[in-house]
């Protein structure tokens, strides 16, 4: 027998333990076998080639799963704090580095040749996303940290998961690039400011403070990749001075904690001044974290292939400590949520792909405004939460909404991929048709 077949007929068995134990209203045998059943999804996914493609969606849901049943054990391990700022910062920080990964320099060139559907592709996704987000917090009367936390996903940048529904879709593919990377370069100004605008009675927010969080979540993670992007093709000259200036970079930070840091609080004082320096210092980290990991790769040439690995480890990890941190608000919202995620989900499609017709685009790049618009980066939102210490409240949606949009974009991708054969083959056949004639 097969390992998978085995992890199968487990999962089977853990669905019997849960209906048995909800029947005999036994928590102690339905709670350890959702959690064996939900990971023995997953695992059982990769055998079957029709449905391997949401693999991730299911360990998404193994982290839902599991923060649901045992909220204590994902909050705090001994003394250590789960939530923690600074280790959801560096989760997130993480993730995007793997995110930054995937992308390129080039990518940036393709502005030149799709400029108009970039300008279209920025205006609905900061507009459609965070005014339908705003619709549903008046529709369902959340909580104002809940409520702020819906808002919050919508106004966030698009993420790298676009890219692959589009390239899964058959669509404009550098068109994506472009919008993703153009949107991420955007969000530090234009998320504060709709947060500012749309939830600003509903939660403190302060501008400054938000920029500045985005840049260390986003930003900063997304320079070192594209370092390492803009070495792999350097020359040995470049490369070599880029060494030199991370040796000093080390030297810098190493100094950090034994007493330049205290020097320069104690100095400045809490300012924009002290604000700016501290970016400074995350921008150095990032130049150093770039320069290691381009020679750590060419050590171990499998490190590009593990990180998209490692990055969804860390999704797992703030999903799951999320999932805990909000078990109470999930048990009396968490339906009313799931119900918001797919109609701002499905609204960004709708309004992505037909404005996109509106304003003159062809079906291909409707379509991959339609996955740019419909589908936000929740990990920034998640960071952004955290950063705030507010992951159980307005870090909540982010937890509920990501997952669906990972399930509805496939779907939505995989349709409009046999679309797309189809009318493939149809022009083929006409082309040919008038070939004869």
Known sequence: MSLIKSIQYITVLALMGILVGIGLQMSNIWQPASLIGAIGLALSLKGIPSLSGYQYTAW????????????????????????????????????????GIQMSLKDFTGLATTGKGVAIGLFCHFSVMPLM???????????????????????????????????LAKANLVLSVVVTA???????????????????????????????????IVIVPISAALLVDYLKTASLQQVKKASIFALIALVFLLALPLGLWSFLSKTIGVSPLLDSIEIFCFLVAAFALGVGYYWLSKQVTKLDIW?????????????????AAGHDNLLKVGWL???????????????????????????????????????????????????????????LPAAVFSPWMNISGSILANYWRKQADKEAALLESETQKSFNE
């Open 182 to 216: 153009m949107a991420t370069m955007a969000a530090p100004f234009l998320t504060p400011l709709l947060m500012n605008w749309l939830a600003g009675t509903l939660i403190e927010v302060k501008f400054l403070n938000m920029m500045m969080e985005i840049i260390k």
């Open 60 to 99: 998404i849901l193994v982290a839902v799963v599991a923060g649901m049943i045992y909220p204590t054990a994902f909050t705090k391990w001994g003394s250590f704090d789960l939530r923690n700022k600074w280790m959801i910062l560096v989760v997130i920080q993480l993730v995007m580095f793997g995110m």
């Open 307 to 323: 990180l998209p690995y490692a990055s969804m480890a860390g999704i797992i990890y703030f999903t799951t400590v999320t999932t």
């Open 337 to 395: 949520l799931f119900l918001c995620s797919v109609i701002h989900n499905g609204a960004g499609y709708f309004f992505g792909y037909w404005l996109g017709r509106l304003f003159g685009l062809d079906k291909n790049s409707s379509r991959t405004i339609a996955f740019e618009v419909g589908l936000q980066n929740g990990g920034m939102a998640s960071g952004l939460a955290g950063s705030m210490g507010k992951l159980g409240t307005v870090g």
């Open 133 to 167: 987000g705003f619709t549903l917090t008046r529709i369902f009367h959340f909580d104002p940290e809940i409520a702020a936390g819906i808002i919050l996903i919508g106004s966030c940048s698009s993420g790298l998961a676009s890219n692959v529904m589009v390239y």
